[in-house]
């Protein structure tokens, strides 16, 4: 018998990454701000700015920061609303609390995606930003999305935290809005057990969210754009902004620039393997009568690690015991909404105060069901979960119902 699949280790951190740590650990050069130039975390910057076709990259200590940076760089009134999905993460509401802003949440369909009637309702005009999670890489239409959004001279920050590689209308993930944020925690498509960082074009919110996140006196003079020269419109901002700013200190250590760096060479094998696993899990699960996996948007062409499906037809009662019956199969599945305190269950965020009825959301996290989807598996270990979940939902809807008959 084949054994269950490990689906919770990472892939290992490629060799590559010892001879830097070696170097540091050596040195003790840990900070960012300590080597006159080229520190690893502005290198990591550099190279990550240049892979995304973004001006400018902020490497800070998690993707939470990222947002909250993000939404501080935008100086906004202070609470201002700001327009999240209802189905994301519970650290997305928390960084709008935290730059003081008001979460207001928008409805999510049981394609996972923002409900487009519901956003342009919610897009009133004391909405100051928007922050669209593509949660587990799952993109809303953004056409749809920025068209509102310009018209409305409202900026668009994209938590990308778990979309890395993801493509909509050809173009990557988190270089449509007007800053793209992305995560390095361990469950992230590029690993450094924390960090995270953000993109933007626009020199003025490049420099005021580096001279936020911790870049003290002339420290912003170690940045670097992708070309390596400090530019000009980037220079003159600091210059605006120099002494005028709060410093939050969320900064990142060149050690985890170290660990991320040589990954980035990884990614587009990691965005291949997902997709092509992801695709195939999800050909296995269609065939089941009562587990339906949502297609992408048109434009969307995803970067998936993970497998979000909906329970169809099943009770309660039901879906509790398809998750018993997979787990004694050896899978794990998640049905977000029918966990204790699951973070990504909005009625779990109390501290953000009662929230409208969001029915749509309701109703899918009730049936939407995660399994985790490392894109190092291999066809066997694939057809093991896939198998396991089909047979899962078969003992529940079919052999039940023999009996019963
Ligand atoms: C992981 C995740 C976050 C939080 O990222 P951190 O780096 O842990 O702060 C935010 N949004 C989404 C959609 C995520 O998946």
Redesign the pocket.
Known sequence: MTLAPNVYDAEPIPDAARAEIDRMLASGDLFRYTAPEDAPVALLEAEFAEMMGAKYALAVA????A?FLSLKALDLPRDAKVLIPAF??A??PSAVVHADCQPVLVDVGDNYRVDMEDFATKLTKDVGAVII????GHTSDMDAIMDLCTKAGVPVIE?A??SLGTLWNGQKIGTIGKIGCF???S??MLNAG???IMITNDADLAARAVIMSGAYEHNWKKHKTPHGENSSDLADAFARWQNKLPLYNTRLSNLSAAVIRPQLAELERRVTDGLKNHDYVADKLNQSSWIDVPPPLAPETRAPDSIQFNLVGMSDEQTRAFQDSAKTRGVSVQVFGMSTDNARAFWNWEFIGEQGPLPRTRDMLARACDTRLPVRLQKPELDFIADALVAAAADVMERKAETAA
Do not use: I, N, W
Request: hydrophobic share 35%; glycine share 8%; with cysteine.
């Open positions: 998690s993707c939470s920061a947002l994301t993460f650290a997305v999670s593509h949660m587990r938590d935290a778990h995560s390095f925690q469950y992230k924390e960090g995270g």
